[in-house]
């Protein structure tokens, strides 16, 4: 890994802020430089939000993600908005739920059930943060097990520790 730079894009209240805020941990873990930023609408919970964040072995100079070498779209209005234009050696990954077009030809094209692992598998769908992120981490492997387990159990509730490493381990197996 030389620098990654990742994008996740949602509804707001999917947690996907938190999300990057967790990935980025889990890079200073691994003794990685990071940069981590986030935008939503005026609207918050149930507009669209996208957080970025970059994972370099060299010091970053700009913070902001400007070539995606990884997008995850939990929302139709986010694959619209995000997962067009990109290169070719970016993985592209998308809720099943999500409506690719036939014509959509991006070669590294991920769909899993991530909304759905959090409903059914895991049991919250406030969890689906954490399912991204086990999935996020198993298709990249930038992080050890322990390094993004650590991460997650700095930034969540007190009380849900057990669901949400239930939600981890579910993201991982999708992949």
Same mark, same amino acid.
């Given at each position: ?21 967790? &990935? ?5 873990? @691994? ?11 005026? @609207? ?7 957080? *970025?964040?970059?994972?370099? +072995? ?12 990884? !997008? ?7 694959? /619209? ?19 690719? =077009? *036939? +014509?959509?030809?991006?070669?590294? #094209?991920?769909? #899993? ?6 409903? *059914? ?9 954490? !399912?991204?992120?086990?999935?996020? /981490? ?6 050890? +097990? *322990? /390094? ?8 969540? =509730? ?5 669901? /949400? &490493?239930?939600? #981890?381990?579910?993201?991982?197996? &999708?992949?």
């Amino acid at each position: 890994m030389s620098k990654m730079e990742i994008r996740l894009a949602g509804t707001g209240g999917q947690g996907l802020i938190t999300g990057t805020i967790i &990935l980025a941990e889990a890079g200073i873990f @691994e003794n990685k430089f990071v940069a981590q930023s986030q935008s939503y609408g005026p @609207e918050a919970r149930g507009g669209m939000c996208k957080g *970025e964040v970059i994972i370099s +072995d060299e010091k970053i100079g700009f913070t902001k993600v400007t070539k995606p070498t990884f !997008v995850m779209a939990l929302s139709q209005p986010s694959f /619209n908005q995000y997962c067009y234009g990109l290169d070719e050696a970016c993985y592209v990954l998308v809720d099943e739920t999500i409506q690719v =077009p *036939e +014509d959509y030809s991006h070669k590294k #094209l991920l769909r #899993l059930p991530i909304l759905k692992t959090a409903r *059914e598998t895991v049991g919250k769908m406030q969890t689906v943060n954490i !399912v991204s992120v086990g999935a996020i /981490n198993a298709i990249l492997d930038f992080s050890s +097990d *322990e /390094n993004i387990e650590k991460a997650v159990l700095m930034h969540i =509730p007190k009380g849900t520790e057990e669901i /949400n &490493l239930k939600a #981890l381990d579910a993201g991982k197996a &999708l992949v």
